[in-house]
């Protein structure tokens, strides 16, 4: 015969402080299940854009039946030696970009470095290197992209010698720098404060003990 078993549930800031532990560990283990580094990848298009980058695509199937292409950008992380991120693209010279990333981004050093140095090297090669970025491999990190750099000079001349390899590091510092913004926007979206704020937001309810129920 069915019974009627009445529980009591809390919000959040009715718990105590072990049972609030308990209710964000149960967020955080299904809470990522969305796209929730968007802005990062967005931000990232933007300032490849103005570095000369080019992603390429893959194509991605729609509910609604159509398909949309999305830029081949991945990571994996952030706990596991190999984690990183990479992307694949690319890459020629464009004018003015060390000026519009400062502008773009004017705190952020590491972008302005990067920027500084792909206009160094392309300046000693006549603003003629170009480099293509796929991946290879099982993971996701900057060494898992297969970079090859070439100078498309009418007159066929060759590249400097340090052409090659100071365009891979500027290419593969860039993915050091995406991994690092994901990885912050991560620990932001996991924090506590974050976190009480998105279970509150969503009227989320307890048992005394922490364990969702309602």
Not at 11 to 40: N, Q, T
Not at 63 to 70: F, H, N, V
Request: with cysteine.
């Amino acid at each position: 015969m069915p019974e009627i078993i009445e529980t009591t549930v809390y919000r959040l800031d009715e718990l105590s402080d072990a049972a609030k532990d308990k209710a964000r560990a149960w967020y955080r283990e299904g809470g990522f299940d969305y796209d929730w580094y968007d802005s990062v990848y967005e931000d990232f298009q933007q300032i490849a854009e103005i570095l000369g980058i080019r992603f390429k695509t893959r194509t991605v199937r729609l509910m609604g039946g159509g398909t949309r292409q999305e830029p081949r950008i991945a990571f994996t992380g952030f706990w596991s030696q190999g984690d990183g991120a990479s992307f694949e693209c690319y890459y020629s010279y464009r004018r003015n970009a060390p000026a519009e990333i400062r502008s773009y981004a004017p705190m952020d050093t590491k972008l302005h470095e990067i920027a500084d140095t792909l206009l160094a090297i392309q300046r000693r090669n006549f603003y003629q290197l170009r480099a293509e970025v796929s991946h290879r491999g099982h993971y996701y990190h900057e060494y898992c992209m297969s970079i090859s750099v070439e100078r498309n000079s009418p007159t066929y001349q060759d590249m400097t010698t340090d052409a090659e390899e100071i365009v891979t590091e500027a290419l593969r510092d860039l993915a050091r720098w995406l991994y690092r913004q994901l990885e912050r926007e991560y620990d932001y979206l996991s924090s506590d404060g974050a976190v009480d704020e998105t279970i509150v937001a969503n009227e989320y309810t307890f048992t005394e003990t922490g364990r969702r129920f309602g």
